[in-house]
């Protein structure tokens, strides 16, 4: 039933904010030619944000605001059949995911420059100033002169929810407007229902005083505020900030318009560069010749927490690494940081390994999309001065419905393109893994997981003309099947690693999704053949056994030509004795059995395996793998038991392996020479 409550209001006095409204003084509402309610908003001063404890950094400090003119806000989000009036074939969007489907609905589905354009339609159809809210304006009008989390409470009532949980797929929910109260200015749903796109560039608050802010000279991202269905209700709080690439469009956001001009303060700066891109050396690195002498140095941490001076923020779980080398010769490494891998707290953050150093920069922020998680990254060099970056973008939290952005540097990493989304739908088989590799015919193959489970294969997509376009041979397919001997459209396996052939198929590697051994010693780490550029793939077992959750290998060719396997003997959790370890050989030929990461090589294009090795120089080390890994010990016969692996090889044939936490060096001489005791 809804419910609704008069607009008159008594007199409101707040101490310290200086917000008067005359008692019994209704606020002044008109209807436009969309009978739109419109709401006068009077002048006021407010504090925005809050202490901003935590995953809420971005909302300190707080601050005072002044808004030095009324203006005039809609009581409501924009409808569908608002919204259509300025663009009837966004019917079509009407019921996808299972929202929106009626007149009174909140619209959904539009981007920042859907939503201007209708502001822009609007002013020259009615001959007035529409425009979307500045942050400011729409925090000031969502507070109603209130301090608390939500303008009628500390905590949001249980009986305003829409589905107020996190799901990975959105449940129903009826997205109608005005369904419940008010504030007591006279605005619905400025808790909840639909997010609303804002006007600013997103960017960090100043403490000092300010007077009709208008946000960032400049961004990436726009602002959102409000807060939708099927989220947590901590992310619609008054003073919760989030922010969208403002092509982005999907199920969360929608926008309400404010009629008035807009202020013409002076944007805020920017917020200062990252560490990681600051004093980087635009020289090319002279890489010293190739050693044929057997390399394998002191492993060291790739991850360093901060220093208390530094303000990166830092979680609890850090993992899901990607590498590249620069021109310069410095190392170029990033992973998420995160208290939960569905979070949407999750951060990018980034290392630089500078040339001629043995110790990595402290973190700072690479990539971080206010409150959407970010699950998957990879980074890529052209070999001539080009780094691609790609990352996957969450409507909300989870990592199922993931977008694919790309963004380039030609200059070290020091800056980068904005993001350009690969694939702009929010959908399966857009999970990044790190290992983007270029085919012979000049075309990049990225590769992503194509479910978000623990199987469910592995799908690549492709660009043909320089990471311009990309394309995807498979369809989503919601519950694959992987055969020996059958063809399938999806690569057996999860988190797989990719390369191809020198007859030009593509062969891959995974997780998962294992296929039964020919030599009734159970199941086997699949292996999948691609002879039409991923449009199908056959699948084999292979003679190495299967990893598990916390592990991801490596498939890459290495400048020498030859493939290199980099996996782990077995899970942790592994209880068959028969199943734990791997046989290798020692300097006299005598075999043992080794437990944890190896290397294999093949020089026979992945037929066999001539050269494996446990991924240890035999020194007794007590070390941290971080992410899931934690503490083990290295050891002759040990090596780490888990992580998720990247790498990247330098022009001086050096291989770069990071796990979890740790970076390792070695090269091909060293996993083809006898190990010493």
Known sequence: MMRKICCSVVLVLIANL????????????????????????????????????????????????????????????????????????HKSYRGKKGLSKADDEAVIFV??????????????????????????????????????????????????????????????????????????????DMHGNVEEWCADWYGPYQAKEQRDPVG??????????????????EFLRSANRLAMIPEDKNWVVGFRIVEGEMPTTAALPNAGPSAYVINVAQHTFEWSQSSKEPLFMEPIYYIREPSPTNKTPFYLHNHCPAITWCTNGDLLAIWFSTDDESGREMTILASRLRAGKNEWDEPSEFLRIPDRNLTGSSLFHDGKGTII?????????????????????????????????????????????????????????????????????????????????????????????????????????????????KNGNLMALGRNNDLEAKDNMGLRMPMSISKDMGKSWTYTPTEFLPIYSGQRLILRRLNEGALLLISFTHHPREKNEQRRGMMFKDITGNEYKGYGMFAAVSFDE????????????????????????????????????????????????????????????????WLTSSPKN
């Open 18 to 89: 200086g917000i008067v409204v005359a008692q019994n003084q209704p606020l002044q509402k008109s209807t436009n030619s969309l009978r739109m309610e419109m709401v006068n908003i009077p002048s006021g001063r407010f504090y925005m944000g809050s202490d901003g404890r935590g995953k809420n950094f971005d909302e300190a400090p707080a601050h005072v605001v002044q808004i030095t003119k009324p203006f005039k806000i809609s009581a409501t989000e924009v409808t569908n059949a608002q919204y259509e009036q300025f663009d009837p074939q």
């Open 111 to 188: 981007s920042y420059e859907d939503a201007l354009a209708f502001c822009k339609w609007l002013s020259k159809k009615e001959g007035k100033n529409y425009r979307l809210p500045m942050e400011a304006e729409w925090e000031y009008a969502c507070r109603a002169g209130t301090l608390s989390g939500f303008s009628m409470a500390g905590k949001m009532p249980k009986e305003l929810y829409k589905v107020q949980e996190f799901n990975r797929d959105p449940k129903p929910v009826s997205l109608q407007v005005a369904q419940f109260e008010p504030n007591t200015w006279g605005l619905y």
């Open 216 to 233: 960032a000279v400049s961004g990436n991202y726009r602002v959102t505020r409000g807060g939708s269905h099927n989220t947590p209700p």
């Open 389 to 501: 970056h790609t990352n996957g973008v969450e409507v909300a939290g989870g990592w199922k419905n993931l977008a694919m952005i790309n963004r380039i540097s030609t200059d070290n990493g020091a800056t980068w393109s904005e993001p350009k989304f690969i694939n702009a739908d929010h959908e399966m088989q857009n999970q990044v893994i790190a290992g983007m590799f270029k085919t012979k015919e000049g075309w990049l193959i990225q590769a992503a997981d194509a479910h978000p489970g623990q199987a469910g294969g592995t799908a690549i997509h492709i660009s043909k003309d320089n990471g311009k376009t990309w394309e995807k041979p498979s369809k989503i397919i919601q519950n694959p099947t992987f055969k020996e001997g059958t063809d399938g459209e999806l690569i057996a396996g999860i988190h797989a690693g990719v390369v191809q052939l």
């Open 606 to 669: 992945g037929k066999t395996w001539s050269t494996k090795k446990l991924l240890t120089d035999g020194k007794d080390r007590y070390m941290d793998g971080g992410g899931w890994t934690g503490f083990f010990e290295m050891t002759k016969n040990n090596a780490e038991p888990m992580g998720y692996l990247a790498a990247t090889q330098t022009p001086d044939n050096v291989i770069h392996l990071i796990s979890s936490k740790i970076h390792y060096r070695f090269n091909l001489a």
